[in-house]
């Protein structure tokens, strides 16, 4: 509900991208995990068992692939094409291109990637926990763009806070959890997200 609220879906999300880590070096970033995805994102329609695959082109801009990816039909036909092309002796490269010929990448710091994120928290209901939460944000050099506290069922229960961020390195994320991590105000595990966006 939170995140239809904001303007984003949940979306099962596999990145691949390369980029220039600080000392000018190139590398690989890769990544799958579960991203609150923008609605005018192109993946944010994708639904149900469809995979789709976004890529970026320098010249060519952002071309959208789609179809189904799961069930009967899908299913039994990759089944089938296999079992023929074992029977056939045909078999290929798994990436398209023979294993020596690929270029080996070093692994990138995901550290160093700038992003905004949705983070929920389930506190104790009582005074100066917002604080203990935004102190850590502000130690670990966290700029909050949006914060909302919800529901108050009876004094002394739980409640969520919600927070999203400005665009940031992860790790400054990473280390306000870290600044937060065996507090008593936290009643569970807190819940992070990135947001995938335009």
């Known amino acids: 509900e939170q995140a239809d609220a904001l303007g984003f879906v949940i979306r099962l999300i596999g990145i691949a991208d390369t980029e220039t880590d600080p000392s000018g070096e190139e590398t690989l970033f890769q990544r799958v995990c579960p991203y609150l995805v923008s609605r005018d994102h192109p993946l944010a329609t994708v639904a149900g068992a469809t995979n789709a695959v976004v890529a970026e ?86 700029s909050i763009e949006s914060l909302i506290q919800k529901g108050r069922p009876e004094e002394g229960g739980e409640v969520t806070v919600s927070i999203v961020t400005h665009d940031g390195p992860e790790a400054n994320v990473d280390r306000a959890l870290e600044l937060l991590e065996g507090s008593d105000s936290l009643t569970e595990a807190p819940l992070v997200l990135q947001l995938l966006e335009n």
């Not at 270029?103 to 604080?131: E, I, N, S």
């Open 57 to 142: 082109g320098n010249y060519s801009g952002r071309l959208l692939f789609e179809g189904a990816g799961a069930g009967d039909g899908p299913t039994a036909s990759a089944v089938v094409a296999d079992l023929v092309d074992i029977a056939r002796g045909i078999t290929g490269a798994p990436l398209g291109v023979p294993a020596d010929m690929l270029q080996p990448m070093p692994k990138a710091d995901a550290g160093h990637r700038v992003a905004r994120d949705y983070l929920r928290f389930v506190v104790a209901d009582r005074p100066g926990v917002l604080a203990e939460i935004t102190a850590a944000m502000r130690d670990a050099g966290v």
